[in-house]
């Protein structure tokens, strides 16, 4: 058996088997859903769902009604978390025409996550056709509202009744999909984040670099402190005091001379907003750099007037200007400036097809 995917192999597309959702929204229904969407509340009429096993490989790929799954008690994932998921969104252009953005990286990265789980690796053609046939039968649920999009949310998990430990020999991959607004309410406005000093997300040579809900489980406990502290999200350091991540946002620095800078390390999670948003900043002539970043660093830098700027960024928020670092001991109002909003604006206005998609990122959803 072979958990690597070979990405020369030619792949014939997979068959779906489509069953139309009898019960699905009406459109009156479905338009009040998009009216005002919370995140990740609300779901598409339809799901799409592809097995794996060690002996059949990806195998049964179905359009199905959106609704609960059935899962033996003993099934792995709900023991161990072998898990792991993606966040992509579908973008309603002007002309009606539905998009996606990047989607290669969220299948590479799925790859990537799936072999640090010991999960089998779904081909990045699956992939996308799985978004494709989603978009084919609920493409009515991409909105078209300001800052609204039709979020999509594939994982993968180790379905397998067995509890033993070692990696599942079935597995099951699905793709759900949610409309939603902008993320933090009252737009982009800087939000206050909480330094974790008891908890870390992540440890060397640990599974920091995966999309894996194991991580989101462990950084639970501190987002909830961070919110008795009055803050909207939490930041993590390494062992060495550097600076990694939010739970689910990477961090990027603006220095006084312009330079870019986030933090790079085996353990951070690889954003697709965060590599676009630097390749934007590229382009403007910004020179950008990936490497270690201390919290010494970070606050210095505030105190001296060296770092300008601090963001967060993501695919549900998108770009969210840092306002505020709060310690234990300490309150360190963060300098706000243009650059972020900016960016944000340049990156909003390619996905959703307001300017030219000079680097080729945008994939039709809505035609074969
Ligand atoms: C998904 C995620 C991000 C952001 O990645 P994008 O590709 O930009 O959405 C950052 N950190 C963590 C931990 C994540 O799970």
């Known amino acids: 058996m072979s958990l690597t995917y070979d990405p020369d192999a030619a792949l014939a597309p997979l068959e779906f088997a489509v069953t139309k959702n009898l019960a699905a929204k009406s459109p009156a229904e479905r338009d009040a859903l998009l009216a005002a969407p919370a995140f990740g509340t609300a779901f598409t009429d339809h799901m799409v769902d592809i097995c794996w096993s060690v002996r059949g490989g990806w195998h049964r790929p179905r359009v199905q009604p959106y609704g609960p799954i059935s899962l033996d008690p003993a099934a792995a994932v709900l023991h161990y978390g072998q898990e792991i998921f993606e966040g992509i969104k579908a973008y309603r252009h002007a002309d009606g025409s539905i998009h996606t953005f990047r989607p290669d990286q969220n299948g590479r990265r799925l790859q990537r996550s799936a072999r640090r789980l010991a999960l089998p690796e779904l081909p990045v053609e699956y992939f996308l056709q799985s978004i494709k046939e989603l978009i084919a039968v609920d493409g009515a649920w991409v909105p078209s509202g300001e800052d609204q999009s039709l979020y999509l949310r594939p994982f993968m998990f180790a379905k397998e009744a067995f509890l033993g430990v070692r990696p599942a020999n079935k597995v099951a991959y699905y793709l759900i999909a949610s409309p939603v607004g902008a993320y933090f309410k009252g737009g982009a406005k800087p939000v206050s984040i909480w330094l974790s000093e008891d908890y870390a997300r992540a440890g060397k040579g640990g599974t920091g670099a995966a999309k894996t809900g194991g ?123 243009e650059l972020a909003l900016s960016l944000r604006e340049e990156l909003t206005d390619i996905q959703y097809g307001r300017r030219e998609d000079r680097h080729g990122w945008l994939v039709r959803l809505d035609e074969a």
């Open 215 to 337: 991580n989101y489980a462990a950084s639970l406990l501190p987002q909830a402190e961070a919110y008795e502290q009055g803050c909207d999200q939490v930041v993590f350091l390494d062992q060495d005091r550097n600076v990694e991540e939010l739970g689910g946002m990477n961090v990027v620095f603006v220095y006084k001379d312009g330079t870019i800078v986030t933090p790079q390390s085996d353990s951070i999670l690889e954003g697709i907003t965060r590599d676009s948003i630097l390749q934007l900043a590229a382009d403007r002539g910004h020179k950008v750099e990936g490497r270690a970043v201390s919290l010494t660093e970070w606050r210095e830098g505030v105190a001296s007037g060296d770092i300008v700027e601090v963001f967060a960024c993501g695919t549900a928020a998108v770009v969210a200007p840092i306002g505020e670092l709060k310690g234990t001991d300490f309150i360190d109002e963060q300098p706000l400036g």
